[in-house]
């Protein structure tokens, strides 16, 4: 997620101090650690249309079944080739 409000930001589609202060709310919240071991797993077979990294993600929603929200097309177009629903935040 801060990875995604710095890019906005360097864009100018956001002002830096919005992006720290939403990142900083974030923060107040507490994280469950949610993925499997079968997800790692999972991933592997993504790898023809994914990065690793970006195929445990779009696993994970999966298999919760939640939207992926990302700024990067690669992965947007990879979750949509395994039926995972996009949330765009470009622009």
């Known amino acids: 997620m801060g990875s995604a409000l710095i890019r906005l930001a360097r864009?100018?589609?956001l002002e830096f101090d919005q992006?720290?202060?939403l990142i900083a709310a974030f923060s107040t919240h507490s994280v469950?650690?949610?993925r499997e071991p079968v997800d790692s797993v999972a991933a592997v077979g993504m790898i023809d249309?994914?990065?690793y990294a970006d195929a445990g993600y779009i696993v994970l929603a999966q298999r919760l079944a939640y939207p992926l929200m990302t700024l990067d097309d690669g992965m947007?177009?990879?979750a949509r080739i395994h039926?995972?629903?996009?949330i765009s935040a470009s622009g």
Request: glycine share 10%; proline share 0%; net charge neutral.
């Open 76 to 78: 947007q177009k990879a």
């Open 11 to 13: 864009r100018g589609e």
């Open 83 to 86: 039926g995972v629903e996009v």
């Open 49 to 51: 249309h994914a990065a």
């Open 19 to 21: 992006a720290r202060e």
């Open 32 to 34: 469950e650690r949610i």
